[in-house]
């Protein structure tokens, strides 16, 4: 079955080639519409097909190619189709083989070559990630993806004490530091309103971004890496191609006079296709990130500024924390669904989409909530804000007096400290291997977890 499966998207990337080369066909595009309305319907039986999802997307991407590439609505349903495939397992080639397709039929061969040496690493065995490595003449190494992955599952969990500092950046942030989807980069802004993209393994600098004038407020990546969005203290808020690094849509205009107010939170759908962003602003903005227009403003709610943003697993619900509170709504309808009131000062939470778990931290210490509501046992005073979720939803790290603490998710106890100076911002990198650390002082360091 596995190699009549690859057999099958064999033929497809086929297709997509003989697309290419022969152009528009009245007779494929009427063919690409029954494949379209034969993969929906395998994938409304099973939703949680990752190969359903993934060649829903490919059945998309060839029948935009047929058709001229006259429908750029095609390519937001194959990203939304392959996003779910990712989402799905994370760990699979296939969503990353639909990627390749994805970025060659919009013309990015170098994202989609990231991409194709992703799938051969994820899956080395995979015919047509072999197919795509010997294209592209890509060496992979497959210590990230492959083979510490499998390591990392027969040993069970992390040795905490032999963690170690492996890289460590003079740098002065007050927003938001993240890693970019494929664990190989992470990104943090200045007070200068300078960003700047390292390389996590070899800890060099590849690129300094230099859109913004003011301080950034907020950093984070979309869920395929393409873009990277970023906002500053004045309501500034840009979008970023990370196959170029130049700007490709400023969503918000910094505003030089006037109050100090901004979009100091950002988060993506899950699909990619939305960016929200919230703050001391009167409202929290939605932007649809194909088109950069404002889809939505909703009423920020809260009394004072909002100080954490998320969407949760499947993107039908917007959270965000504020003065005292946590308000889950309807990001279409902006109709609240729930709101939790039982925190002192103002609230900072953190999202697990996997496990569907809420963290979130005051000045009266950590509570643990799933979406429903429902409280979990948990230590309130151990650690602080700011919080983190290992990938795998197996520990929280919070800053604490020494540094920073993980605890155990199962047992509420400390597992182990590391020792830095008053972070302000925590984040593992997707992959598990790495924890960032930002400190007040001005130092990023980049743990490598054994």
Known sequence: MKKMANVGRTLIGILVFLFIVAGP????????????????????????????????????????????????????????????AEKIDAKSALPQISWVKYFMAMDKKETAVKRAQKAYALDPENSEAKKLAAEFGLKVKKKRAAAKTATKAARGKIQWSKAKKAHSFAWKTQGRVDFSPDSRYIAAGHTTGQIRIWDVDRGSELKNLTGHSLTIASLVFSPDGSLLASSDERYGVKLWNTETWQVS???????????????????????????????NT????????????????????????????SYNRDGTLLISSGTDDIILRNPESNKVV?????????????????????????????????????????????????????????????????????????????????????????????????????????????????
Request: charged share 20%; with cysteine; proline share 5%.
């Open 249 to 279: 849509a400023t969503l918000s205009e910094t505003k030089i006079y006037g109050a100090r107010a901004g979009f100091n939170a950002l988060a993506f759908s899950p699909d990619g296709l939305f960016i929200a962003g919230g703050g």
């Open 25 to 84: 066909s009245a007779g494929v595009a009427g063919q690409s519409d029954e494949a379209i309305a034969g993969y929906k319907a395998i994938v409304k039986q099973t939703p949680d097909s990752v190969k359903a999802q993934c060649d829903l997307a490919d059945a998309y991407i060839e029948k935009y190619i047929s058709t001229g590439k006259a429908s750029n609505s095609l390519m937001f349903r194959a990203k939304k189709a392959i996003s779910k």
């Open 338 to 450: 729930s709101t939790f009131k039982d925190h002192l000062g103002p609230v900072k939470h953190v999202y697990h989409p996997r496990i569907d778990l809420i963290a979130s931290a005051a000045w009266d210490g950590v509570k643990l909530r799933n979406s429903s509501g429902k409280l979990l046992k948990f230590p309130k005073k151990k650690v602080n804000s700011p919080l983190a979720f290992s990938p795998d939803g197996k520990v929280l790290a919070g800053a604490s007096k020494k540094g920073v603490t993980i605890m155990d998710m199962k047992t509420g106890k400390p597992i182990h400290i590391l020792q830095c100076k008053s972070p302000s911002y925590l984040v593992f990198s997707p992959d598990g291997w790495h924890l960032a650390t930002a400190e007040y002082t001005g130092n990023i360091i980049i743990w490598k977890l054994p």
């Open 282 to 309: 009167e409202t929290i903005n939605i932007w649809n990130t194909q088109t950069g227009m404002v889809q939505a403003s909703l009423p920020r709610l809260h009394d004072d500024q909002i100080e954490g943003l």
